[in-house]
């Protein structure tokens, strides 16, 4: 009795083994596969674009990616759920592990790029490594999907914005009112949905009993990065106003002086 038992428990053990074996096999085989996808459009891109520089064909990819991930990531909060909001911590849906797997890849490629070609500041790649962590861990969690997909959403809105402004600046289109515009959105989208919004999520992470305390952690540390760059682009938002005030000004100046010339001239 006492060795069926034991031969029912190791059985049961194995399958379990097996079971998350296999799944750890599919989960890598994706983000292999999403990987060596967005590695085969930078390749692309780089053929298409002979006379741009390798940044050029990366910031293609990157934005590619962000407005894909921003569809997805938006039909799983606010059609597919669960509701990040009241549901943090609760298991992966399908739709969540693929979508979170084809931007690990994404992930892994682009701070790979960085780490070559050393564009980018040290911010930068603890954004990506946070990422990176972050979506590993809900993927070996089996949890907390919902909430990571809503800091991909949020992450992601504002990247098509600041590649538009990186294509305006080296096109030399950027001093017009398209920049301005762009310019605008960005900030504005960035203060609202990543500081805005973003502390909302938080508090509900912070608050439900659900999510693991390092899943908490994580997105203490991503919210913290998230300031940095608020900072960041608050003082480049000062700064351009202040020479688009000085230029104004500039010009008014200069409209008064003329019509006072020609105010000489006529009398």
């Given amino acids: 009795m006492t060795q069926c038992c034991f031969l029912r428990v190791h059985s049961l053990f194995f399958w379990f083994w097996s079971f998350h074996r296999r799944m750890a096999l599919a989960l890598c085989l994706q983000v292999l596969c999403s990987l060596c996808g967005w590695l085969s459009l930078y390749i692309s891109f780089c053929h298409l674009n002979k006379h741009r520089s390798y940044e050029w064909s990366c910031r293609l990819v990157t934005f590619t990616h962000g407005v894909l991930s921003i569809g997805l990531s938006a039909y799983i909060g606010f059609i597919d759920g669960p509701w990040p909001f ?25 701070l790979g790029w960085c780490i070559y070609f050393q564009s980018e500041g040290t911010l930068m790649l603890a954004h990506h ?13 089996g949890e907390s999907g919902t909430e990571v997909n809503a800091v991909l959403f949020g992450s992601e809105l504002t990247n098509p914005l600041l590649q538009m402004r990186w294509f305006l600046r080296e096109t030399g289109h950027y001093h017009s009112f398209t920049g301005d515009v ?9 203060t609202g949905v990543r500081i805005g919004v973003g502390a909302r999520l938080l508090f509900c992470e912070m608050v439900s009993p659900t999510p693991k305390w390092f899943v908490k952690a ?24 202040i020479k688009k005030y000085h230029a104004w000004r500039s010009r008014r100046s200069e409209e008064r002086q003329l019509k006072h010339n020609r105010h000489l001239k006529i009398h």
């Fill in 86 to 110: 009241t549901h943090p911590g609760s298991p992966n849906t399908p739709l969540q592990v693929h979508v979170l797997c084809l931007t690990l890849g994404y992930f892994i490629f682009d």
């Fill in 129 to 141: 490594t946070l990422s990176i962590l972050g979506i590993i861990m809900a993927l070996v969690l």
């Fill in 182 to 190: 762009v310019d605008f959105l960005f900030v504005a989208l960035f």
């Fill in 218 to 241: 994580g997105g203490v540390a991503m919210y913290a990065v998230s300031w940095c760059f608020m900072f960041s682009i608050w003082r480049f938002a000062w700064r351009k106003s």
